[in-house]
C-alpha cells in the first residue's frame, strides 16, 4: 500500500523572528537559507507549484510579529502558515506571560478564520544548549505547555521538539547558540514535512546526533571565546535598548515560486 501523503499547500506564509528568518544557516550569497526555506523546498518538490513568502524579521517580540507581520500575511491568504513566536520574549527581563499568550493567540485565530492550515512548535530546553540561559528553563517549559494548550484550543498543528533530543544537541546550534546551525535548521524542517505529511518525508530527524565530548580546558577556552563573542554584545544590544532586528525588513514579503 503506498503511504499516504498530506494535504497539498499552493500557497505557503512565514511569520516570525530570527529563527524563522533563518539566522545561523548562511545561503552563500550574504544572506540566509533557514528551515522555512528548507521547508518551503521539500514542499514543493511535491507540490511545484508552491509560492512561498517569508515576512519574519531578525529580534521581533510577539506582538511585533502580529503587529508587522499578521496583516500582511492575511493579505497574502496562505493556505498554509507556520506561526513561530515567544522565544524574544522570554529571554527578556520584563515577560509578560499573558500579553505573549495572547499576542500568538490573535495569530492563531486571524490565520485560522480565513481556513488557513497553522503551524508552530514548542522549544528546546535553551538552558541546555547555553549555560546563561538555565534560569529559563522553566519559563520555556511554562511556555510550551501553553503552546500545546493553545494549539489544541484553536486547531492549529504543533510539532514539540522540547522531548527531542537532537534539538539541544550543539550540533544543531550556531556558534552563538541563540540561532540554530544548518543542521538544526534542517531538522526542523525535516520535522514539519514529516508532521504534515509531505512526500518522502520520515522520522529521522528524530535520531540522536553523535555525541560531542571536550576537555575541560577545551569547554572552559569555548565558553570565554562564547562570552566575549556573543553575550556581552547581547547584553550591549539590551541596555541600550536596540535589536539586531532594526532597520530590517522582511526578506521575501511577496509570494514567489520556491523552483526555479
Known sequence: MAPTRG??????VALGDSQTEGIGDPDG??????????????LAAADPGLRYANLAVRGRRAAEIRAEQLAPALALKPDLATVVAGMN?????????????????AMFTALTAIDTTVVTF????????????????ARVR???????????????????????????????WDEDRLHL????????????????????ADNTWREPLPPVSRSRTETVTTEFRWTVRYLAPWIGRRLRG?????????KRPELLPVLA
Open 7 to 12: 494535504p497539498s499547500f499552493a500557497r505557503y
Open 29 to 42: 550569497n550574504g544572506g540566509y537559507h533557514g528551515w522555512a526555506d528548507r521547508f518551503a523546498g521539500l
Open 89 to 105: 520574549d522570554v529571554i527578556r527581563p520584563r515577560f509578560d506571560r499573558d500579553a505573549l499568550l495572547a499576542d500568538i493567540e
Open 122 to 137: 514548542t522549544f528546546p530546553d535553551i538552558g541546555a544548549v547555553a549555560p546563561f540561559a538555565r534560569p529559563l528553563s
Open 142 to 172: 511554562t511556555l510550551n505547555a501553553d503552546l500545546r494548550a493553545l494549539a489544541a484550543r484553536n486547531g492549529v498543528t504543533l510539532v514539540d521538539f522540547e522531548p527531542v533530543v537532537a534539538a539541544t544537541h550543539p550540533a544543531a
Open 181 to 200: 546551525s544548518p543542521i538544526g535548521h534542517d531538522i526542523v524542517a525535516r520535522a514539519l514535512a514529516t508532521t504534515l505529511a509531505v512526500p518522502g
Open 242 to 250: 536596540a535589536s539586531s532586528g532594526d532597520s530590517q525588513e522582511a
